[in-house]
């Protein structure tokens, strides 16, 4: 993350305020029955296809896991498999030697121009993730175990800033199964199981 001064409550809401719209997405990160962070996709262009991602992660321990393998895996499929996306970007701090070298395996390149930057703008394609993150995707399906197939929940809130309509517009597009469900929770969309053998 690269603010890191701490903020008064005050801040806290003028900053949410600030993101509170179509152009920025930010997902919790349950894990374990636990809300342990943030997955961030901000920056939008819906009509490019692209964002920049990041994660924000409560308990720093997670960080040498393979809790950020789980979550970067899902976030990047969901973007470029199931929405279309055609590139992803993310700014890492030119010291942080272990977040760099995370997301090189992941398939982020630096960009041009960005070797003196401190706050160094990194980007990845569909292409890029297929070809550089094939051993670390089978892992994560392998940690997932049988628990692999999408799921996204939209809330009433959702739909209130258009982001919700945004991302199931796209989702109709997507070639995998899906179903809709409408509950108390607001909407969930999921991925469908398919049965090998029909293929």
């Given at each position: 993350m690269h603010y890191q001064t701490l903020i008064t409550p005050e801040q806290q809401l003028q900053w949410f305020n600030s993101i509170n719209n179509i152009q920025n997405?930010?997902?919790?990160i349950?894990?374990?029955?636990?809300?342990?962070?943030?997955?961030?996709?901000?920056?939008?262009?819906?009509?490019?296809?692209?964002s920049e991602?990041?994660?924000?992660?409560?308990?720093?321990?997670?960080?040498?896991?393979?809790?950020?393998?789980?979550?970067?895996?899902?976030?990047?499929?969901?973007?470029?498999f199931f929405l279309g996306w055609k590139k992803q970007f993310a700014h890492i701090l030119r010291?942080?030697?272990?977040?760099?070298r995370f997301n090189l395996e992941l398939g982020y390149?630096?960009?041009?121009?960005?070797?003196?930057?401190?706050?160094?703008?990194y980007e990845i394609t569909r292409e890029r993730f297929e070809k550089r993150a094939g051993k670390i995707r089978k892992s994560v399906r392998s940690l997932a175990g049988s628990d692999t197939l999408s799921r996204v929940l939209f809330e009433e809130s959702d739909y209130k800033t258009g982001v919700a309509?945004?991302?199931?517009?796209?989702?109709?597009?997507?070639?995998?199964?899906l179903e809709r469900e409408e509950c108390a929770e607001g909407v969930w969309v999921r991925e469908v199981a398919v049965d090998p053998e029909l293929k």
């Open positions: 997405n930010y997902l919790l349950h894990y374990q029955g636990e809300k342990i962070g943030l997955l961030n996709d901000k920056n939008i262009d819906w009509e490019a296809r692209t991602s990041g994660i924000f992660l409560g308990k720093t321990a997670l960080y040498s896991t393979f809790v950020p393998y789980l979550i970067s895996v899902a976030g990047i499929e969901t973007t470029f010291s942080n030697a272990n977040a760099i390149h630096l960009c041009e121009g960005q070797e003196h930057v401190d706050h160094q703008r309509q945004r991302f199931e517009g796209l989702l109709k597009g997507c070639s995998l199964p």
